[in-house]
């Protein structure tokens, strides 16, 4: 979806835009998102094509389709509320499984200072 108007001006023609680079076979590349927008008073302005964004300068196109993007990792993993909320439940994963290690380390190693106990006092049996 590109602007149909640009500034209230209708937009008479829509066609991807060249990139200033060649490819090995000396065919043009075009930008697959960016559009260049023919108005109907003669002036060329350049689009996004995922929203109604336009621009003047044709460098301006590519830094703004960051933003959808960045919007379309927010809405695959939930927005950055749920990634914070995944991290901090992770976190207190990581805490717990921490003090679960700390409490069997504590039991092993009393557990071998029993076995040693009980090997003194029999007298080292195997």
């Given at each position: 979806m590109t602007a149909t108007h640009v500034d209230g001006v209708e937009v008479i023609a829509d066609e991807p835009t060249r990139?200033?680079?060649?490819?090995?076979?000396?065919?043009?590349?075009?930008?697959?998102?960016?559009?260049?927008?023919?108005l109907a008073d003669g002036r060329t302005v350049y689009g996004c094509l995922h929203c109604d964004y336009t621009s003047p300068n044709v460098h301006s196109i590519r830094p703004h389709l960051n933003r959808h993007r960045d919007l379309k990792q927010r809405q695959s993993v939930g927005g950055?509320?749920?990634?914070?909320?995944?991290m901090v439940r992770k976190l207190a994963e990581a805490e717990e499984i921490a003090d679960d290690r700390d409490r069997w380390k504590a039991r092993a190693v009393a557990a071998e200072k029993q076995l040693r106990t009980l090997r003194r006092a029999l007298g080292n049996i195997s």
């Amino acid at each position: 979806m590109t602007a149909t108007h640009v500034d209230g001006v209708e937009v008479i023609a829509d066609e991807p835009t060249r990139s200033a680079f060649n490819s090995r076979d000396g065919e043009p590349v075009y930008w697959k998102q960016n559009r260049t927008l023919l108005l109907a008073d003669g002036r060329t302005v350049y689009g996004c094509l995922h929203c109604d964004y336009t621009s003047p300068n044709v460098h301006s196109i590519r830094p703004h389709l960051n933003r959808h993007r960045d919007l379309k990792q927010r809405q695959s993993v939930g927005g950055a509320d749920d990634t914070l909320s995944r991290m901090v439940r992770k976190l207190a994963e990581a805490e717990e499984i921490a003090d679960d290690r700390d409490r069997w380390k504590a039991r092993a190693v009393a557990a071998e200072k029993q076995l040693r106990t009980l090997r003194r006092a029999l007298g080292n049996i195997s």
